[in-house]
T-cell receptor
Framework: GQNIDQPTEMTATEGAIVQINCTYQ??????LFWYQQHAGEAPTFLSY??LDGLEEKGRFSSFLSRSKGYSYLLLKELQMKDSASYLC??????????WGAGTKLIIKP | GAVVSQHPSRVICKSGTSVKIECRSLDFQATTMFWYRQFPKQSLMLMATSNEGSKATYEQGVEKDKFLINHASLTLSTLTVTSAHPEDSSFYIC?????????FGQGTRLTVV
């Protein structure tokens, strides 16, 4: 079966750095997405990786290793507004998006 | 970036009635749109893939007669929850986009009383 694993919850301190990991097992691979979702709101797009390596976008970076079925989202200079759920999603061989359960990130002052 | 607009954002309806949710792509044409349902503290669950000009493709376990999808134009897809029951209360989200990015509507919080 297809599976995406990410930690349920993480806590970090304002100003610090946090890394959210995502491992996946899917039938085929056509890209990996990271989304941010605040409670009661729809997800917003953060990043897309289809080739191995690191994609940097401001305070957020995303890394992909296709051979290991692994990705991480790196958030730097954490701000209180970064408290949200972070969803990892993989597009499989049929171009279907498979979603992880999300990681709830709690930022403390 | 591209914008997907969903309406209404919140709706409360009585059990047994039907509710229609609209999803529009405002600045691009979407031949395919996706409808998701999300229960509290859970991830998105794909309900169906809406295809312009043809029938929607439903995921296993989703009742096509209960969740009617119409994708009559390249910018509009609608989801109608028919004969709604309290267990249908959930957060419904649509999305559209392209290979490298998917955009989501604002979501609709449906409460069936």
């Amino acid at each position: 079966g297809q599976n995406i694993d990410q930690p349920t919850e993480m806590t970090a301190t304002e100003g610090a750095i946090v890394q959210i990991n995502c491992t996946y097992q899917t039938s085929g691979f056509n890209g990996l997405f990271w989304y941010q979702q605040h409670a009661g709101e729809a997800p917003t797009f953060l990043s897309y990786n289809v080739l191995d390596g690191l994609e940097e976008k401001g305070r957020f970076s995303s890394f992909l290793s296709r051979s290991k079925g692994y990705s991480y989202l790196l958030l730097k200079e954490l701000q209180m507004k970064d408290s949200a759920s972070y969803l990892c999603a993989v597009r499989d061989g049929n171009y279907q998006l498979i979603w992880g359960a999300g990681t709830k990130l709690i930022i403390k002052p | 970036g591209a914008v997907v607009s969903q309406h209404p954002s919140r709706v409360i309806c009585k059990s047994g009635t039907s509710v229609k949710i609209e999803c529009r792509s405002l600045d691009f044409q979407a031949t395919t749109m996706f409808w998701y349902r999300q229960f509290p503290k859970q991830s998105l669950m794909l309900m169906a893939t809406s295809n312009e000009g043809s029938k929607a493709t439903y995921e296993q376990g989703v009742e096509k007669d209960k969740f009617l999808i119409n994708h009559a134009s390249l910018t509009l897809s609608t989801l109608t929850v028919t004969s709604a029951h309290p267990e249908d209360s959930s957060f419904y989200i649509c999305s559209a986009g392209w290979d490298t990015e998917a955009f989501f509507g604002q979501g609709t919080r449906l409460t069936v009383v």
